[in-house]
């Protein structure tokens, strides 16, 4: 990576980074693009996809509509302001 276009992403990201920082990770930003840049190296295009090798059965439950009657007793242990639920302070 370029100095000039570290500096330009550092004033768009609006961060201040001393000389030793800056160097350290344009180092580690050259070392993240030399590992992609060795995985570009590898030939996939005769394999074929990967799948896991054990089936795991999907278990989901089927979505049913259903009438809730007790909606005045679900309330009941709830403080409310005004028709509005009150939840504790964060």
Known sequence: MDANEFDRLLKVCRISLNHDEKDRIINDIEE?????NTLNEFETGNTSESYHAIRIPERLRQDKVEAFQNTNGILKNTKTYRFY???PKI
Request: proline share 0%; no cysteine.
């Open 32 to 36: 993240i693009i030399k590992y992609f």
């Open 85 to 87: 639920v009150v939840g």
